[in-house]
């Protein structure tokens, strides 16, 4: 009642009472106070995985969206929405300057959330589709606070908030975790949420949800607003799988019915929960797969 409850309620809402033992049971096995974060934050991290695909050979895309996926005689073919960047592939022009670029490949893994999958792919079987679509996920909210001195006084990193009327899940600290000196001298404050895709904080700027967040935040510390540098808001639709009961005998396969085309999402993790850790070793499990078949 005063620990658990009001964490599980404040990240699943509505959900709360139907989450999984054997998630619950996996967050706990796997906590550890072994904590590791990359140097120069995870946008250096990306930036490497860049450069060691390029270096064998590989090509990544940017400002790019893939509309429609379908495979053609084993043959999966997508249909690319570049805005931006330049490529080699076949491209139509848009009327909105963009440019459509259809291209064909040996085998396609799509790591989007099971249900974009279903939107982009319209040659699915419907009966794929209705059974992989009970799968369900929260978005994301993250205000990131930029401030002039530390906003946990007591040198506390993570704290899940354990208050069901709190209008933030967790606060983060996170100069409190790595120095400051990795980020211009300025102590960064993540104030995390997971909500549903079309929770009214997704349609709010900034600024109107720090005026949400802020009379909690003075009852931790009220003189923060002096030290705040400047802030920004960062929203996803889909950051956090929804896990109930029975939820093994659900997990999408790696193959679906579209040949030569695989699913490697964080839907797949279970019963571990989502994170970089777990990402590298379904992309090792995945990549191990595909070679064997």
Not at 93 to 113: C, K, M
Not at 115 to 130: E, G, N, Q, R
Request: with cysteine.
């Amino acid at each position: 009642k005063s620990i658990w409850e009001p964490q599980l309620t404040n990240k699943f809402g509505g959900a709360a009472d139907t989450i999984s033992l054997a998630w619950f049971w996996a967050r706990i096995k796997k906590r550890t106070p072994s904590l590791a974060y990359p140097e120069g934050g995870f946008l250096k991290f990306a930036e490497s995985l860049v450069t060691e695909i390029e270096k064998k050979g590989g090509k990544v895309y940017f400002n790019t969206e893939v509309s429609e996926l379908n495979s053609h005689n084993g043959k999966p073919k997508l249909k690319i929405i570049n805005h931006k960047s330049s490529t080699r592939l076949q491209k139509t022009e848009r009327s909105d300057g963009g440019q459509v670029i259809n291209h064909q490949f040996d085998a396609v893994i799509v790591t989007l959330p099971s249900f974009y999958f279903f939107k982009m792919a319209p040659s699915l079987p419907k009966d794929y589709i209705y059974k992989y679509s009970n799968l369900k996920g929260l978005g994301a909210i993250n205000l990131v606070l930029r401030l002039k001195k530390t906003f946990l006084k007591d040198g506390s990193y993570w704290l899940s908030i354990c208050d069901k009327n709190s209008p933030i899940m967790a606060i983060v600290d996170h100069s409190n975790f790595m120095d400051v000196k990795n980020y211009n001298n300025e102590h960064l404050v993540y104030l995390g949420n997971y909500l549903p895709a079309h929770h009214k904080y997704f349609k709010m700027n900034k600024s109107e949800i720090l005026k949400i967040y802020d009379p909690f935040l003075k009852k931790l510390n009220k003189d923060y607003q002096k030290d705040l540098i400047g802030y920004e808001a960062f929203k996803v639709p889909f950051a956090q799988p929804i896990i109930p009961v029975n939820y093994s005998k659900m997990i999408p396969p790696f193959e679906t019915p579209l040949k030569n085309v695989y699913l490697a999402n964080m839907q797949q993790v279970y019963p571990w929960d989502r994170g970089t850790n777990y990402a590298v070793e379904l992309g090792k499990k995945m990549a191990n797969f595909i070679q064997k078949k």
